[in-house]
């Protein structure tokens, strides 16, 4: 029976030493697929982050793209708007510059009947100074005349001059009246 027992000892201790054995494989092979099982729940929960994540990106990047083509269409007014405002103010330079030349014409006009108006004056001076003096009176008729004479034609450009500012005056106000219309 010695021998049995012998038998069975040594039966015994290789299959405690197996089962041992299988149930740390047992184990660790079910810590392995736990460990799995948490590594693929964290995948699934941050692949749902991800995903949700990449939709809320999407959606700001389209609104970003709406708020560019926006701003671009806003640009391009302004740019327009710009290049109307350069071309009419060009037409009001030109306009501006057109009637100053019509003013400087009518004050030079103005300026000549003044200066015609001073020469009357001083000659007709003269002449009343020379028909008063009894004195030389027949030395001064001469130049009496010449002098009438000047004044007629001073009168006579005094006139025409008149004339041409009545003209002009006319001119400007046409051109108001059409460049207020």
């Known amino acids: 029976m010695a021998a049995n027992q012998e038998k069975d000892d040594k039966f015994e201790a290789p299959n405690m030493a197996e089962m041992n054995r299988k149930q740390q494989k047992r184990m660790a092979d079910k810590k392995y697929r736990d460990k799995q099982k948490e590594q693929k729940k964290e995948r699934g929960e941050s692949l749902t982050t991800l995903g949700e994540q990449n939709k809320r990106l999407k959606s700001e990047n389209q609104c970003l ?56 004056k001083r000659l007709k001076i003269k002449i009343g100074i020379l028909s008063e003096s009894s004195t030389s009176k027949d030395c001064w008729e001469e130049e009496r005349k010449e002098i009438l004479k000047g004044i007629e034609i001073s009168e006579d450009e005094e006139k025409k001059s008149i004339v041409q500012v009545k003209t002009l005056s006319d001119i400007i106000n046409k051109t108001k009246g059409g460049d207020d219309e």
């Open 65 to 120: 793209h709406i708020e560019t083509d926006g701003l671009k269409n806003d640009l391009d007014s302004a740019n327009a708007n710009a290049k109307k405002l350069t071309i009419e103010f060009s037409k009001l330079k030109n306009n501006i510059d057109v009637k100053d030349k019509i003013v400087n014409s009518c004050s030079q006009r103005l300026i000549k009947e003044f200066d015609l108006e001073d020469e009357s």
